[in-house]
C-alpha cells in the first residue's frame, strides 16, 4: 500500500520498464552461473520473490570471462530472505545484505534498494552518506554506478532485464556512467577509480562524458575514508592489469600519492617490474601478496631516505632503519596501508641488507625467516633493476637448494660483503637539490 502510494509520487523513469532481452538475444545460459547461486535464485522465486543475477557476474559472462563471484538482487527485504535458508546471515549497518551459506559459498543477497538523492543525505561535496532505502528494481538499477554493471540475469528464463542500455554498452565494450556523471562522482569518488580499473580490466573503453570530468574531479579523492581507499587502490592493483590501471591512474591524477612515490626514474621502473610481476603471476593463477606490492611501491622512497641519512654520515644500518620509520610512517599512510601491513613490509625490507652477508651462520639463519621467499622475490626484482647485482640474486637461488658441500664451496666464493650495507654505493652530485630527499635537509 505504502509502496503502491509512493511509486506514485517517483519520477516517471524509476517506473520505467526494461528492455527484456530473451536467451536468444545474448549469450548467457544458466549453466554458466555458479550452483550455489542457482539454488539461491530457485528458493526466492519458490517463495514468490523476484530474483536475479546481477552485478559484475552479468556483465563479465557477456564479455566472455569468468566472473570471481555471483551475487543475487531480489525483491524480498532482508527478513522475508533469512528464514528462507538454513545458514543466512543479515549482515552490514550502512545497507544490510544477507550472506547465503551454501556449502563453501557465500552468496550475497541484496533487496532492490533506491538511490536517495535528496540532500540531507550527501555531504558538502556532494558524496551520499546514506543509501538504506528499498526501492523498486529500476530504481536498483540506475542507483548503480555504470550501464553495464546494472544488468539482471534471470536463470530461470534466461533473460536479461536492461533499464539502462547496459546490453548494448557491453556490445559496444564501452563503460559508460548511469546519469550525471559530475554528480555520480560527487556521489561517491570511488567511482573513478572503479572507472579505471574496470576499463583496464577489461579492456572497455571510457564513454567521453564519463572521462571528461576525471581530472577536475580528482579532487573529491580526498574525502574517501582511509580504510575505503586503501580497498579500493589494493584492487586497482590486484586487477591484473596494474601496469595500465597504474597508468591510467597518473593520467587522470586520482592518487596523487602515486606520483610522488613513482617520482624519479629509477622508482618508476622498479614500480613497473613489481607491477608486471604482480600481473604475471596473477595471469599464471598465483596468488599475490598486497603486502609485498606495498614494500615495493614504497621501497624507492626508502632507497631515498637512506642515501639521504647516509650523505648527513649516519651509518648504514641507523640510515636504514630510520629510513624504513619514514616511508612506513609517512609515506604508507598517504596510500592508508594498514597497519597489519606494516610488519610484513618491514621484514620484507629487513632482509635485504641481510643477502649480502654469505659468511658464517648468516645465510643459514636468513633461509629459516619465515618470509625468505617473499625477501628473495624481491631481491630478484632489486636485481632485475640493477640495484644489486645479478650475481647476487642467482647465488641465493643456487644457494637455497645446494646441498651441503656446494653451500660450503659457495660461501668461499662468495666476496665479501662492503664494509656498509649499501650494494652500489652512489655518488651524488652536491647542489643537486631536487634529488636530496626531504629530510635530508
Ligand atoms: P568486480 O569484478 O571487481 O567484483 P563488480 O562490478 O562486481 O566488479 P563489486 O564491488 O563486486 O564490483 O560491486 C558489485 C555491484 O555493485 C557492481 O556491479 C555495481 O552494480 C554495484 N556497485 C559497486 N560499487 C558501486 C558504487 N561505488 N556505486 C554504485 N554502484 C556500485
Ligand atoms: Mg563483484
Redesign the pocket.
Known amino acids: 500500500m505504502i509502496g503502491h502510494f509512493i511509486s506514485r509520487l517517483l519520477p516517471k523513469r524509476f517506473k520505467k520498464a526494461p528492455r527484456i532481452y530473451r536467451a536468444a538475444q545474448h549469450n548467457i545460459r544458466a549453466d554458466a552461473i555458479d550452483e550455489a547461486a542457482l539454488n539461491v535464485v530457485r528458493r526466492l522465486h519458490s517463495a514468490g520473490f523476484q530474483a536475479f543475477v546481477v552485478?559484475?557476474a552479468v556483465?563479465?559472462l557477456m564479455l566472455g570471462r569468468r566472473p570471481?563471484?555471483f551475487?543475487v538482487a531480489t525483491n524480498a527485504t532482508p527478513e522475508e530472505i533469512k528464514p528462507l535458508f538454513r545458514r543466512a546471515f543479515i549482515i552490514g549497518r550502512r545497507f544490510r545484505l544477507v550472506h547465503v551459506h551454501v556449502g563453501h559459498d557465500v552468496i550475497e543477497v541484496s533487496t532492490f534498494r533506491s538511490a536517495q538523492t535528496d540532500e540531507d543525505a550527501t555531504d558538502e561535496h556532494g558524496r551520499l552518506l546514506s543509501d538504506n532505502v528499498y526501492g523498486t528494481q529500476a530504481e536498483d538499477a540506475v542507483?548503480?554506478?555504470f550501464t553495464i554493471?546494472?544488468l539482471y540475469f534471470e536463470p530461470e528464463s534466461e533473460e536479461i532485464w536492461d533499464y539502462v542500455g547496459g546490453v548494448n554498452d557491453v556490445r559496444a565494450r564501452r563503460l559508460k556512467l548511469i546519469g550525471p556523471p559530475v554528480t555520480r562522482y560527487r556521489e561517491?569518488p570511488?567511482?573513478m577509480l572503479?572507472a579505471v580499473r574496470?576499463t583496464a580490466k577489461l579492456g572497455l573503453t571510457l564513454a567521453p562524458t564519463s572521462e571528461a570530468p576525471l581530472v577536475k574531479l580528482a579532487v573529491l579523492m580526498r574525502n574517501i575514508p582511509p580504510a575505503r581507499l586503501f580497498e579500493e587502490t589494493q584492487?586497482l592493483l590486484l586487477s591484473g592489469n596494474a601496469e595500465e590501471t597504474v597508468a591510467q591512474v597518473r593520467r587522470y591524477q586520482l592518487l596523487p600519492s602515486f606520483d610522488a612515490l613513482l617520482s624519479t626514474p629509477s622508482a618508476e621502473r622498479f614500480a613497473g617490474i613489481a607491477l608486471a610481476h604482480t600481473d604475471a603471476r596473477l595471469k599464471a593463477g598465483k596468488t599475490v601478496s598486497p603486502a609485498y606490492l606495498f614494500a615495493a611501491l614504497l621501497w624507492p622512497t626508502v632507497m631515498r631516505e637512506r642515501d639521504a641519512h647516509l650523505e648527513t654520515g649516519m651509518k648504514p644500518a641507523p640510515a636504514f632503519i630510520a629510513a624504513m620509520d619514514t616511508a612506513l610512517e609517512e609515506h604508507a599512510q598517504m596510500l592508508a596501508v594498514p597497519r597489519r601491513f606494516q610488519g610484513i613490509i618491514r621484514e620484507i625490507w629487513g632482509m635485504q641488507p641481510r643477502f649480502e652477508q654469505r659468511q658464517g651462520q648468516r645465510p643459514y639463519r636468513l633461509l629459516e625467516q619465515p618470509r625468505f621467499r617473499a625477501a628473495y622475490d624481491f631481491l630478484c626484482m632489486r636485481a632485475e633493476n640493477r640495484e644489486v647485482l645479478r650475481e647476487l640474486s642467482t647465488w641465493w637461488e643456487k644457494f637455497q637448494v645446494a646441498d651441503s658441500d656446494t653451500r660450503k664451496a659457495m660461501q668461499t666464493a662468495a666476496p665479501q660483503p662492503d664494509a656498509g650495507s649499501r650494494s652500489r654505493p652512489r655518488r651524488r652530485r652536491k647542489g643537486h637539490g631536487k634529488a636530496a630527499a626531504p629530510s635530508a635537509e
Open positions: 552485478g559484475g556483465r563479465d570471481k563471484d551475487d542507483r548503480r554506478d554493471n546494472a561517491d570511488v567511482r572503479r574496470l584492487k
